[in-house]
């Protein structure tokens, strides 16, 4: 008991301390680079923060639990997007810039469309062979994956809509051991913190089903949730709204790619509110980019992100 409580300390450090480091470290990278700091927390960030995800998902995958692939993808957006970009808002209004608009968070939605028409074309619609995600389309999705971050550094622009600050000037050597310190204290640090606590909860006696939807639900999320929050503490909201963005697409793109590709992905513990509740909330990031205070995601439009992850958590305590 005490070598758990230890972990779960040690690990929580760890996630405060390695999403700092990465924030630090993807900065400076950034302005090195003189790379947006939108399409870092896309690509490095989102990566790495999605390395839990990708992990949890090809041992599904490898494994032949298509289950663990698919739910573990449709729960971490749903997570990444409601509950931490909507927390996020609430600490720091993000700012929506002209490229998101008409780039990254329309591609986020034609993704998860893709995922449901290819994914639920039989069971929702009646068409198409089979419940899931074959081979071709886990092809299909990495060439899709591999076009659109060629193309956000190919057209990345880093202007006046950049939110840059001009803080202190680090090595490239050291930016870059900064963001790996930062990514294996995340990745390590919420190993650790759910492990510990998933015993921990079953010592005190909670049951399998609160563990399922809660610790281990949000589990592979801690690090986009500890990087989105420091970096909406140090003013950084396109950090921060590149990593979500980034991570739910390399989510469906990327890792649900490779799992398909190993073995076809079936889509049969999953059902129309799990599709429709990762739908709305790339739907509720595009209509806060034009309502309320146009060009940003503000601190009622957060609440309301918050009360859409609250609803769909509520029905799938009763759902159980």
Request: net charge neutral; with cysteine; proline share 2%.
């Amino acid at each position: 008991m005490l070598t758990d409580i230890l972990l779960l300390i040690a690990g929580l450090l760890l996630i405060i301390f390695g999403a700092d480091w990465l924030v630090d470290g993807a900065s400076a990278i950034a302005r090195k680079l003189k790379i947006s700091e939108f399409v870092i927390g896309l690509t490095i960030v989102g990566f790495g923060t999605s390395c839990p995800e990708l992990v949890v998902s090809v041992t599904g995958a490898l494994k032949g639990i298509s289950d663990i692939s698919i739910g573990n993808v449709i729960g971490s957006n749903i997570f990444n997007t409601l509950l931490i970009l909507g927390l996020t808002a609430l600490i720091l209004p993000i700012s929506v810039t002209r490229n998101n608009k008409r780039r990254d968070i329309p591609m986020t939605l034609m993704v998860t469309l893709l995922l449901i028409v290819c994914g639920m074309s039989y069971s929702l619609f009646g068409i198409g062979q089979g419940d899931g995600l074959s081979r071709v389309e886990g092809i299909a999705f990495l060439v899709i994956f591999a076009g659109y971050i060629f193309y956000c550094f190919k057209s990345d622009e880093q202007g006046a809509e950049e939110e840059l600050s001009p803080a202190h000037e680090v090595s490239v050597f050291k930016a870059v051991l900064l963001t790996l310190a930062g990514l294996a204290g995340l990745v390590l640090g919420g190993r650790w913190f759910v492990n510990s606590a998933v015993i921990l909860a079953h010592a005190i006696g909670v049951s399998d089903k609160f563990i399922a939807i809660t610790l281990l639900a949000g589990g592979t999320s801690l690090p986009e949730l500890a990087a989105c929050v420091v970096a909406a503490a140090k003013k950084k909201g396109q950090l921060a709204l590149g990593n979500i963005l980034g991570s739910n697409i390399f989510n469906i793109l990327l890792i649900l790619g490779v799992s398909a590709t190993i073995r076809p992905i079936s889509f049969s513990g999953i059902d129309m509110v799990d599709m429709l509740a990762v739908l709305l909330s790339i739907v509720l990031v595009m209509m806060s980019s034009y309502t309320f205070k146009k060009d940003q995601i503000d601190r009622f439009e957060g609440a309301i992100f918050l009360l859409a992850f609250i609803a769909y958590y509520v029905w799938l305590f009763i759902k159980l």
